[in-house]
């Protein structure tokens, strides 16, 4: 079945950086663009971008310009959320979906489990 | 950025009731919107996409409505389990943005 695995939660210094990972299986790993959402706590969920597991072609939110990279790895089929000089309200968890029908613009059928990144001095 | 209004915020109910949920959108998106269900601690769940597919396995008392701005989430005959929060979510151009939410909790 279709999984997404993303790694563990972590605890950085506002001005540090964050990577997150996000491992797919049980589906062709090039077929589907990956999503990535986060979520402060209690608040409502925010979209932050998305890549082109084939191309490595990304999108993003504008409020991320400058901070955020995507990437992947198709050996590992694994993909990559980097986001740089991390602030308080950069707090929040952060998920990785799968676009529905492989998609940039696709509702999100899979969802990772989630990955608490809390940013504090 | 396309803004999506979800109303109510909040919506107290009982098993067995029909509740409904609306999101409205600041621009049009056709039918690129999709619904959700959240629960504490758990990743969102899609339910609804092209603003009326059920998606597999979600049972046929959730039910999606509408186009272009104005959209329709109806769960009839409430269970137990449905006690959630809802958001919509358009995917028609980026920024790919959600509703604030509706918390659905026992009356």
């Known amino acids: 079945q279709v999984q997404l695995v993303q790694s563990g939660a972590e605890v950085k210094k506002p001005g540090a950086s964050v990577r997150v990972s996000c491992k797919a299986s049980?589906?062709?790993?090039?077929?589907?663009?990956i999503h990535w959402v986060r979520q402060a706590p209690g608040q409502g969920l925010e979209w932050i971008g998305w890549?082109?597991?084939?191309?490595?072609?990304?999108d993003f939110a504008q409020k991320f310009q400058g901070r955020v990279t995507m990437t992947r790895d198709t050996s590992i089929t694994t993909f990559y959320l980097d986001l740089s000089r991390l602030k308080h309200d950069d707090t929040a968890v952060y998920f990785c979906?799968?676009?529905?029908?492989?998609?940039?613009?696709?509702?999100?059928?899979?969802w990772g489990q989630g990955t608490m990144v809390t940013v504090s001095s | 950025a396309i803004q999506l209004t979800q109303s109510p915020s909040s919506l107290s109910a009982s098993v067995g009731d029909r509740v409904t949920i609306t999101c409205r959108s600041s621009?049009?998106?056709?039918?690129?919107l999709a619904w959700y269900q959240q629960k504490p601690g758990k990743a969102p769940n899609l339910l609804i996409y092209?603003?009326?597919v059920l998606q597999s396995d979600v049972p046929s008392r959730f039910s999606g409505s509408g186009s272009g701005t104005y959209f329709t989430l109806t769960i009839s005959g409430l269970q137990p389990e449905d006690f959630a929060t809802y958001c919509c979510?358009?995917?028609?151009?980026?920024?790919?943005?959600f509703g604030q939410g509706t918390t659905l909790e026992i009356k």
């Open positions: 979906a799968r676009g529905i029908w492989g998609g940039a613009y696709d509702a999100y059928d899979a």
């Open positions: 049980g589906y062709t790993f090039t077929g589907y663009c």
């Open positions: 890549i082109s597991p084939d191309s490595g072609g990304i």
């Open positions: 621009q049009g998106i056709s039918n690129t």
């Open positions: 092209s603003a009326s």
């Open positions: 979510q358009q995917y028609n151009s980026s920024p790919h943005t």
